[in-house]
């Protein structure tokens, strides 16, 4: 991470290296926050963030869910990070914006503890690297179940919750994969350990509910609507591992992982081995929106 001259925090922009916290922060000891993951892109008409009022929105949802006070409205959240991108005159970039509670409290109970909210930008490449979204990944599924909808609120991004992420993602890289495929308590496919996850058997493309332990992904809802547009038929349903195996293609979707194929799970290639047809389209379809270079749905970028 390169990083960058200034942080929006509570209000005001703060130098990089003076955005800190106390060591007693609330959501330091005991994951007490929520975060989005949203990207800007250079567009002929200038920088744009990829549907970044819906973002904004969904940290809204997921503060409601957690009961973390919000005491930003989403417009403000919205204009606060594209200032974060002009006052470090990035061009492209990545957006964090992570909201979480401070000090005023040190038991479970978060109550009289303070609340910040920071939005911090950077240039960040492709997440699961270049070779990866040109020739696919290798992915294997995961011994740590996805955190299920008894115990946790999967479809929230609270900071806590992706300690389960962070164990199948450096297990799988340990053992030699790209990235990690997890299952729910049933056994059957949740998503990746950041990212959502779609399937194509016999010209059908296939993704998990979020009832799965899917994240409803503001990239899955994205190349959903793209895919149908063009006229694929695409089905929610519950995946298993066995199905993976007999698939044709298999592509991860996210704001950070983009749109990148899949091309061996548990060392069986999936397909031919390659990246299918229908996998390289919602590559095009998806950059091409996001970039500018074409424009269904204009509504989707937000310009800077």
């Known amino acids: 991470m390169n990083p960058t001259e200034l942080i929006w925090m509570d209000g005001e ?78 061009r492209s970039c990545y957006v964090r914006p992570v909201t979480f509670f401070g000090t005023g409290s040190m038991g479970l109970n978060p109550a009289g503890a303070n609340v ?31 955190i ?42 949740a998503e990746g350990s950041g990212e959502n996850l779609f399937m194509v058997r016999k010209g059908i493309v296939h993704t998990p509910p979020t009832s799965a332990g899917a994240l409803d992904g503001i990239t899955r809802d994205t190349v959903y609507q793209l895919l149908v547009e063009e006229g694929h038929e695409i089905r929610e349903t519950q995946i298993t591992r066995t199905d993976l195996y007999y698939a044709d293609e298999v592509f991860f979707t996210g704001t950070a992982a983009e749109v990148t194929p899949v091309r061996e ?13 229908v996998t390289r389209r919602a590559q095009e379809l998806y950059m091409g929106t996001v970039k500018g270079e074409i424009a269904p749905h204009p509504e989707w970028l937000e310009y800077v």
Request: glycine letters at 10%.
């Open 116 to 146: 910040h909210m920071v939005i911090a930008s950077w240039e960040w490449g492709a997440y699961l690297g270049e070779e990866g979204v040109r020739n696919g990944i290798r992915v294997a599924v995961s011994s740590w179940r996805r």
């Open 265 to 277: 799970i548990d060392d069986r290639e999936v397909g031919d081995g390659k990246p299918g047809a």
């Open 13 to 90: 922009m703060v130098p990089w290296d003076e955005a800190t916290v106390h060591v007693l922060t609330h959501g330091l000891h005991y994951g007490t926050g929520a975060f989005e993951g949203i990207r800007a892109y250079e567009t002929p008409n200038g920088t744009a963030v990829f549907r970044l009022t819906d973002h904004m929105d969904r940290l809204r949802r997921s503060c409601k869910a957690l009961g973390i006070p919000m005491s930003y409205e989403v417009r403000e959240l919205v204009e606060a990070a594209k200032d974060v991108i002009r006052v470090n005159d990035l």
């Open 148 to 189: 299920s909808q008894q115990a946790f609120m999967p479809d929230a991004k609270g900071t806590g919750g992706y300690m389960n992420s962070v164990l199948a993602k450096t297990a799988a890289i340990r053992a030699g994969y790209d990235e990690a495929l997890m299952l729910n308590d049933d056994g059957l496919i």
